[in-house]
Protein backbone atom coordinates (compact mmCIF):
# COMPACT_ATOMS: atom_id res chain seq x y z
CA UNK A 1 0.00 0.00 0.00
CA UNK A 2 1.08 3.32 -0.70
CA UNK A 3 1.75 5.91 2.33
CA UNK A 4 3.10 9.33 2.78
CA UNK A 5 3.82 10.56 6.07
CA UNK A 6 4.44 13.87 7.43
CA UNK A 7 5.65 14.16 11.45
CA UNK A 8 5.63 17.40 11.68
CA UNK A 9 2.02 18.31 12.63
CA UNK A 10 2.89 22.26 13.30
CA UNK A 11 6.07 24.20 13.17
CA UNK A 12 6.86 27.84 14.63
CA UNK A 13 9.61 29.34 13.47
CA UNK A 14 10.67 33.30 13.74
CA UNK A 15 11.09 35.01 10.42
CA UNK A 16 14.18 34.65 8.87
CA UNK A 17 14.80 31.53 9.86
CA UNK A 18 15.23 28.60 7.57
CA UNK A 19 12.95 25.36 8.18
CA UNK A 20 12.69 22.12 6.70
CA UNK A 21 9.42 19.91 6.48
CA UNK A 22 10.34 16.02 6.36
CA UNK A 23 7.97 13.83 4.43
CA UNK A 24 8.51 10.12 4.18
CA UNK A 25 6.84 7.81 1.82
CA UNK A 26 5.78 3.91 1.19
CA UNK A 27 5.69 2.44 -2.48
CA UNK A 28 5.94 -0.98 -4.11
CA UNK A 29 6.43 0.78 -7.35
CA UNK A 30 9.43 1.44 -9.47
CA UNK A 31 7.55 4.34 -11.09
CA UNK A 32 6.59 7.63 -9.05
CA UNK A 33 6.08 11.13 -8.79
CA UNK A 34 6.11 13.17 -5.42
CA UNK A 35 4.79 16.50 -5.01
CA UNK A 36 4.54 19.33 -2.57
CA UNK A 37 1.02 21.81 -2.41
CA UNK A 38 0.92 24.97 -0.10
CA UNK A 39 -2.42 26.07 1.32
CA UNK A 40 -2.28 29.18 2.79
CA UNK A 41 -5.56 30.11 4.89
CA UNK A 42 -8.14 31.04 2.10
CA UNK A 43 -7.84 26.88 1.56
CA UNK A 44 -7.26 26.39 -1.81
CA UNK A 45 -4.23 24.27 -2.78
CA UNK A 46 -0.98 25.51 -4.35
CA UNK A 47 1.29 23.52 -6.32
CA UNK A 48 5.16 23.25 -5.60
CA UNK A 49 6.77 20.76 -6.78
CA UNK A 50 6.66 17.82 -8.94
CA UNK A 51 9.27 14.93 -9.26
CA UNK A 52 9.98 11.98 -10.29
CA UNK A 53 11.41 8.86 -8.54
CA UNK A 54 14.00 8.53 -11.38
CA UNK A 55 15.20 12.23 -10.90
CA UNK A 56 17.46 13.04 -7.77
CA UNK A 57 18.58 15.77 -8.65
CA UNK A 58 18.12 18.59 -5.49
CA UNK A 59 15.80 21.42 -6.98
CA UNK A 60 16.26 24.80 -5.82
CA UNK A 61 13.54 27.92 -6.65
CA UNK A 62 14.04 31.07 -4.82
CA UNK A 63 13.86 30.37 -1.15
CA UNK A 64 12.81 26.76 -1.60
CA UNK A 65 14.45 23.67 -2.43
CA UNK A 66 13.73 20.22 -2.56
CA UNK A 67 15.94 17.00 -0.85
CA UNK A 68 14.89 13.84 -2.78
CA UNK A 69 16.56 10.67 -1.38
CA UNK A 70 15.41 7.42 -2.65
CA UNK A 71 17.60 5.34 -0.22
CA UNK A 72 15.51 7.15 2.40
CA UNK A 73 12.19 7.11 1.04
CA UNK A 74 12.06 11.00 1.90
CA UNK A 75 11.32 13.88 -0.10
CA UNK A 76 12.04 16.98 2.34
CA UNK A 77 11.14 20.44 1.84
CA UNK A 78 13.40 23.50 2.90
CA UNK A 79 12.38 27.31 3.24
CA UNK A 80 15.62 29.39 3.90
CA UNK A 81 15.21 33.25 5.19
CA UNK A 82 11.17 32.09 5.98
CA UNK A 83 8.91 35.07 5.44
CA UNK A 84 5.65 35.59 7.34
CA UNK A 85 3.91 34.97 3.76
CA UNK A 86 5.16 31.14 4.18
CA UNK A 87 2.60 30.43 6.45
CA UNK A 88 0.42 27.71 5.62
CA UNK A 89 -0.10 24.35 6.06
CA UNK A 90 2.14 22.26 3.39
CA UNK A 91 1.13 19.04 1.65
CA UNK A 92 3.32 16.08 0.20
CA UNK A 93 1.52 13.38 -1.95
CA UNK A 94 2.83 10.73 -3.89
CA UNK A 95 1.29 8.99 -7.02
CA UNK A 96 2.72 6.15 -8.70
CA UNK A 97 0.93 6.61 -12.15
CA UNK A 98 -2.14 5.62 -11.60
CA UNK A 99 -4.92 7.80 -10.91
CA UNK A 100 -4.65 8.50 -7.39
CA UNK A 101 -3.10 10.84 -5.60
CA UNK A 102 -2.07 10.01 -1.79
CA UNK A 103 -1.35 12.99 0.32
CA UNK A 104 0.44 13.50 4.08
CA UNK A 105 -1.45 14.83 6.66
CA UNK A 106 -0.07 18.44 6.57
CA UNK A 107 2.47 20.21 8.84
CA UNK A 108 1.03 23.62 9.51
CA UNK A 109 4.19 26.00 9.40
CA UNK A 110 3.83 29.63 11.33
CA UNK A 111 6.60 31.91 10.67
CA UNK A 112 6.35 34.62 13.55
CA UNK A 113 7.64 38.33 12.48
CA UNK B 1 -6.88 28.69 -19.73
CA UNK B 2 -8.45 25.96 -17.40
CA UNK B 3 -10.22 26.86 -14.71
CA UNK B 4 -11.96 24.81 -11.55
CA UNK B 5 -15.15 26.37 -9.76
CA UNK B 6 -17.06 24.24 -6.59
CA UNK B 7 -19.95 25.74 -4.89
CA UNK B 8 -21.38 26.58 -2.39
CA UNK B 9 -18.18 27.67 -0.86
CA UNK B 10 -20.00 27.47 2.62
CA UNK B 11 -22.66 24.91 3.94
CA UNK B 12 -24.35 24.79 7.21
CA UNK B 13 -27.33 21.49 6.90
CA UNK B 14 -28.82 19.50 9.69
CA UNK B 15 -28.20 16.11 10.36
CA UNK B 16 -30.09 13.33 8.11
CA UNK B 17 -30.57 16.48 5.41
CA UNK B 18 -29.18 15.89 1.60
CA UNK B 19 -25.80 17.38 0.45
CA UNK B 20 -25.30 18.60 -3.08
CA UNK B 21 -21.65 19.63 -3.63
CA UNK B 22 -20.91 20.80 -7.60
CA UNK B 23 -17.99 20.70 -9.20
CA UNK B 24 -17.23 21.94 -13.19
CA UNK B 25 -14.06 22.28 -14.55
CA UNK B 26 -13.77 24.56 -17.67
CA UNK B 27 -11.12 25.22 -20.92
CA UNK B 28 -10.27 21.47 -20.88
CA UNK B 29 -11.95 18.06 -22.09
CA UNK B 30 -12.00 14.50 -20.49
CA UNK B 31 -10.47 15.78 -17.33
CA UNK B 32 -9.52 13.55 -14.42
CA UNK B 33 -11.50 14.43 -11.50
CA UNK B 34 -11.33 14.52 -7.97
CA UNK B 35 -13.02 14.63 -4.76
CA UNK B 36 -10.82 15.21 -1.16
CA UNK B 37 -11.84 15.70 2.16
CA UNK B 38 -9.39 17.93 4.49
CA UNK B 39 -10.86 16.95 8.07
CA UNK B 40 -9.22 18.33 11.09
CA UNK B 41 -5.72 16.87 11.57
CA UNK B 42 -6.27 14.55 9.00
CA UNK B 43 -5.19 15.26 5.87
CA UNK B 44 -6.54 15.17 2.65
CA UNK B 45 -8.58 11.74 2.20
CA UNK B 46 -9.19 10.94 -1.15
CA UNK B 47 -12.90 10.05 -1.42
CA UNK B 48 -13.95 9.66 -5.08
CA UNK B 49 -11.90 10.15 -8.47
CA UNK B 50 -13.78 9.61 -12.04
CA UNK B 51 -11.57 9.11 -15.64
CA UNK B 52 -14.72 9.57 -17.51
CA UNK B 53 -18.23 10.34 -17.56
CA UNK B 54 -20.73 7.89 -15.87
CA UNK B 55 -17.37 6.33 -14.44
CA UNK B 56 -16.61 6.75 -10.68
CA UNK B 57 -14.27 4.82 -8.47
CA UNK B 58 -14.66 5.04 -4.67
CA UNK B 59 -12.19 4.86 -2.02
CA UNK B 60 -13.44 5.07 1.65
CA UNK B 61 -17.19 3.26 1.83
CA UNK B 62 -18.69 6.30 3.15
CA UNK B 63 -22.49 7.82 3.67
CA UNK B 64 -21.43 9.86 0.62
CA UNK B 65 -21.43 9.34 -3.33
CA UNK B 66 -20.28 11.22 -6.42
CA UNK B 67 -21.38 11.65 -10.15
CA UNK B 68 -20.23 13.10 -13.06
CA UNK B 69 -23.17 13.62 -15.66
CA UNK B 70 -21.22 15.57 -17.85
CA UNK B 71 -17.40 15.59 -19.04
CA UNK B 72 -16.59 18.79 -16.58
CA UNK B 73 -19.15 18.38 -13.86
CA UNK B 74 -18.56 16.60 -10.81
CA UNK B 75 -21.09 16.26 -8.12
CA UNK B 76 -20.39 15.17 -4.51
CA UNK B 77 -23.85 14.00 -2.75
CA UNK B 78 -25.38 12.49 0.42
CA UNK B 79 -28.97 11.66 1.02
CA UNK B 80 -28.54 11.97 4.70
CA UNK B 81 -25.60 13.98 6.32
CA UNK B 82 -24.02 12.59 9.85
CA UNK B 83 -22.18 14.83 12.00
CA UNK B 84 -18.72 12.70 10.89
CA UNK B 85 -19.69 14.59 7.30
CA UNK B 86 -18.35 17.37 8.31
CA UNK B 87 -15.00 19.34 6.56
CA UNK B 88 -13.52 20.93 3.93
CA UNK B 89 -14.15 19.04 0.45
CA UNK B 90 -11.94 19.68 -2.34
CA UNK B 91 -12.59 19.08 -5.85
CA UNK B 92 -9.53 18.89 -8.27
CA UNK B 93 -8.70 17.75 -11.58
CA UNK B 94 -5.95 16.92 -14.12
CA UNK B 95 -5.86 16.38 -17.58
CA UNK B 96 -6.62 13.34 -18.87
CA UNK B 97 -3.22 10.81 -19.53
CA UNK B 98 -0.94 8.33 -17.99
CA UNK B 99 1.39 10.12 -16.26
CA UNK B 100 0.63 11.76 -12.89
CA UNK B 101 0.67 15.61 -13.30
CA UNK B 102 0.02 18.73 -11.56
CA UNK B 103 -3.86 18.12 -9.57
CA UNK B 104 -5.73 21.60 -10.05
CA UNK B 105 -7.73 22.52 -6.62
CA UNK B 106 -10.66 24.34 -6.66
CA UNK B 107 -11.04 26.76 -3.57
CA UNK B 108 -13.32 23.99 -1.71
CA UNK B 109 -16.26 23.54 0.05
CA UNK B 110 -16.64 24.08 4.14
CA UNK B 111 -19.67 22.07 5.41
CA UNK B 112 -20.61 22.08 8.84
CA UNK B 113 -23.08 19.27 9.94
CA UNK B 114 -25.18 20.23 13.20
Known amino acids: AQKVTQAQTEISVVEKEDVTLDCVYETRDTTYYLFWYKQPPSGELVFLIRRNSFDEQNEISGRYSWNFQKSTSSFNFTITASQVVDSAVYFCALSSGTYKYIFGTGTRLKVLA | SQTIHQWPATLVQPVGSPLSLECTVE??????LYWYRQAAGRGLQLLFYSVGIGQISSEVPQNLSASRPQDRQFILSSKKLLLSDSGFYLCAWRPTGFLPGELFFGEGSRLTVL
Open chain 2, 27 to 32: GTSNPN
